[in-house]
Nanobody
Framework: QVQLVESGGGLVQPGASLKLSCAAS????????MGWYRQAPQKSRELVAS???????NYADSVKGRFTISRDNTKTTVYLQMNSLKPEDTGVYYC??????????WGQGTQVTVSS
């Protein structure tokens, strides 16, 4: 069983930055597509960013140019650098590990609140 542990969330003001981390308990991290989802209050969960084993990234339109996803296979960790945060970025952020063909593991989530 894979465990994903997120960290780095918190309360920040608009315009600030945060960096989320997600550590996987074990491999096969290097062959997994890693992702970050978020769920805002009263809204459904949405994909924020993902990164394939080869490093190809994908972002939601709402975060393009502000967020950067990266991975360190030696540390089995994926990161989400979030800059120029907005109140609408508020939500619980979840890390995911997806393995071909249909297995996906989820972390427990970390709260991000952007408020003045």
């Amino acid at each position: 069983q894979v465990q994903l542990v997120e960290s780095g969330g918190g309360l920040v003001q608009p315009g600030a930055s945060l960096k989320l981390s997600c550590a996987a308990s074990r491999n096969p991290f290097s062959i997994a597509t890693m992702g970050w989802y978020r769920q805002a209050p009263q809204k459904s969960r949405e994909l924020v960013a993902s990164i394939t084993p080869s490093g190809t990234t994908n972002y939601a339109d709402s975060v393009k140019g502000r967020f950067t996803i990266s991975r360190d296979n030696t540390k089995t960790t994926v990161y989400l650098q979030m800059n120029s945060l907005k109140p609408e970025d508020t939500g619980v952020y979840y890390c995911t590990m997806s393995l071909f063909p249909t297995t996906t593991y989820w972390g427990q989530g970390t709260q991000v609140t952007v408020s003045s």
